[in-house]
């Protein structure tokens, strides 16, 4: 993450200069002013004296002042302003850390505090997220079928931008525990991180998909990657409402809460993995802050200075004040100079 530090000039002393000649002209055009200037009346003699349809002295003095701060940017473009940022460079890899996250339609039961358990889920998610910055983080989705949406990544804003675009229900109604998991350990199986661990969220028993979830896990756990299973959600009857994304028609009811929580228990087992039941939103929480805690890797990172030049908005001023100022004295006054 880029941090602002400060802005600077490359040539400081080109902008000292500036400010040095701009007053010395300035002082020295009004003290030689009166010596090269006459007055002369127009009109008639004894009649009434011209007068100019506007503040002629009010407009030259503007002008003027326009003239000068336009030279001064000149200046300030010249002297190379810039933007000092510090970032921080990660110096050791982190963990890879794949979410295999239910999208099913149960997931939107409002049983965490008043939200669903899809939201909540992916509320800690992203805090997890921006809490580890040298972990990659990837994000799998499991419906009726099992996709891959982020491989890990360190880019946060695209795998938050795809959380926030998630949609429950787009994989169909299905839960393919098994095919999530499976496609976990495909992609982890390639990762050189120190430590890698597949987690997942889920509210509901494998019912689709060709692959039963006690084979992936046991593959998991063969490859040497860490399995959490987080079972979502409280028993017996819940309030749920969610929009179909293929009909757009909205659903609302209640719905008869229940799932295997041996079946979820065996597929931790199959690889030696951990088992955490979250019947409410404080309860996930804390699962996130066991997951922190236990997959960590001891991470070293240090700054680096960077800097990004500025001076082509100083430029565009400059050149904008002067030639408005000349298009002005050309149309109002009658002169280009």
């Known amino acids: 993450m880029n941090q ?24 020295i055009a009004r003290r030689f002013k009166d010596t090269f200037t006459a007055s002369i009346p127009l009109g008639p003699p004894g009649g009434t004296a011209f007068k100019a349809p506007f503040n002629i002295e009010g407009l030259v003095k503007a002008l003027r002042f326009l003239e000068y701060a336009g030279v001064l940017l000149l200046f300030v473009s010249a002297a190379g302003p810039v933007i000092r940022t510090t970032e921080t460079v990660w110096l050791s890899r982190g963990a890879d850390i794949l979410f295999v996250f239910d999208i099913s339609p149960s997931m939107a039961a409002l049983d965490m505090g008043g939200a669903s358990r899809f939201n909540t889920a992916r509320r800690l998610l992203i805090d997890f997220a921006e809490k580890r910055p040298s972990d990659g983080i990837g994000l799998a989705a499991v419906g009726n079928d099992a996709a891959l949406l982020v491989p890990p990544t360190t880019d ?55 692959i039963h979830p006690e084979t992936a896990a046991a593959m998991l756990g063969d490859l040497g990657i860490s399995l959490w299973v987080i079972g979502i959600g409280s028993g017996g009857e819940v309030p749920i409402d969610y929009i179909d994304p293929f009909t757009r028609i909205r659903r609302t009811g209640i719905l008869d809460s229940r799932y295997d929580i041996e079946s979820l228990r ?4 199959a690889a030696g993995g951990n088992w955490l039941t979250a019947p409410s939103a404080d309860a ?27 001076r082509l908005p100083f430029l565009l001023s400059a050149f904008g004040l002067l030639a408005g100022v000349r298009i002005i004295r050309r149309l109002f006054l009658g002169a280009w100079l």
């Open 4 to 27: 602002f530090s400060g802005f600077g000039f490359e040539r400081p002393l080109l902008l000292a200069a500036g400010l040095i000649i701009i007053p010395l002209i300035i002082v």
């Open 284 to 310: 996930l929480s804390d699962a996130f802050v066991r997951l922190d805690d236990q997959e960590m890797v001891v991470r070293r990172s240090g700054t680096a200075g960077r800097t990004q030049s500025c």
């Open 266 to 269: 065996r597929i931790s087992a």
């Open 156 to 210: 946060r804003q695209t795998l938050i931008s795809r959380l926030e675009i998630l949609r429950l229900g787009e994989l169909g109604d299905g839960t393919a525990l098994g095919m999530g998991l499976a496609l976990a350990a495909f992609h982890l199986e390639k990762s050189d991180a120190p430590r890698r661990a597949a987690v997942l969220i889920t509210d509901g028993e494998n019912n689709a998909g060709a």
